[in-house]
């Protein structure tokens, strides 16, 4: 059939189509737009979900273990010296339900052990008196000093079980960075509460070794998670059942308790020349 459009006509159609396809395209572009929304948000929402997630994951305390912490195989931590500092012996672990084991003495040196609570009052109070004495002998090379952190004071603060909390933390720094071992006990001391407080929280445990330059996620998160609690009872109870290692005494009566050569200091905590004195010849005592 012969077409019989007249221009016009064709115009016109012309423009119809033209006007349809636009607005099948308006169409799409208006799904299209509804579709998306929904999607941005969801993506949106679920970015914000993993960061949260992340977040959480970061911060989450460390879970608590039977073993204990690394670099502590006596129960203790040993200090020499090295480079005109004092490092620390590193070791393993005490795997969970297993056993310490002692140090073999140094017979060149005098060798220092102190059984201490870092909630302990004469702890602070022998540390404050003889600690620039030890720092030195050990990191010149004339001592080596091994700290063995026992919970025996948690009585003492309203329930909140900070003996125990404040010597989990020394375990986290020994376990994660113990080079700084003795530079934290010395800022727990500082910044001791006093007996029948509350104690200091983990987040002000935290703080405390930040203070004393341990910027560590790992300690913070055991710090939090008080990581080495099992561990803290138990070498609370051998220092306490005995027998010590190396020692002319049989147990841990109360801290400080100081051996150098394995004879205990029963001289004044507070006495630095009585102290010396001893290190320098502990069997003239």
Not at 93 to 101: D, K, L, Q
Request: proline letters at 7%; charged letters at 20%.
């Amino acid at each position: 059939m012969p077409d019989d459009k007249t221009p016009k006509d064709a115009r016109r159609d012309a423009a119809r189509e033209a006007a349809r396809i636009a607005r099948e395209k308006a169409k799409k572009q208006e799904r299209l737009r509804r579709w998306l929304i929904p999607t941005s948000v969801t993506v949106g929402v679920l970015a914000i979900a993993t960061i949260v997630t992340l977040v959480i994951v970061n911060s989450a305390p460390a879970p608590q273990t039977d073993a204990g912490p690394q670099n502590m195989a006596s129960d203790g931590i040993l200090l020499v010296g090295e480079g005109g500092k004092m490092v620390a012996v590193t070791t393993p672990a005490i795997p969970a339900s297993g056993t310490p084991t002692p140090s073999e003495p140094d017979d060149s040196v005098a060798n220092i052990v102190m059984y201490v609570d870092l909630s302990c009052p004469a702890c602070q109070a022998f540390e404050a008196t003889n600690s620039p004495f030890i720092e030195s002998v050990v990191a010149s090379g004339d001592a080596t000093l091994e700290v063995h952190p026992i919970a025996i004071l948690d009585r003492s603060y309203q329930g909140t079980l900070y003996s125990t909390r404040s010597n989990n933390a020394g375990a986290c720094v020994a376990n994660f960075v113990p080079d700084s071992f003795y530079d934290f006990m010395t800022a727990m001391y500082v910044n001791q509460p006093a007996e029948t407080s509350t104690g200091l929280t983990n987040s002000e445990i935290v703080d405390v070794a930040k203070g004393a330059g341990i910027d560590n996620a790992d300690v913070d998160k055991c710090i939090n998670g008080e990581t080495f609690t099992s561990w803290v009872h138990a070498a609370t109870q051998r220092a306490q059942d005995g027998p010590l290692p190396n020692a002319n005494i049989e147990a841990v009566a109360g801290t400080p308790t100081v051996l150098v050569n394995g004879i205990q200091f029963t001289g004044s905590i507070t006495d630095a020349a009585a102290f010396q004195a001893f290190v320098a010849n502990p069997t003239a005592a």
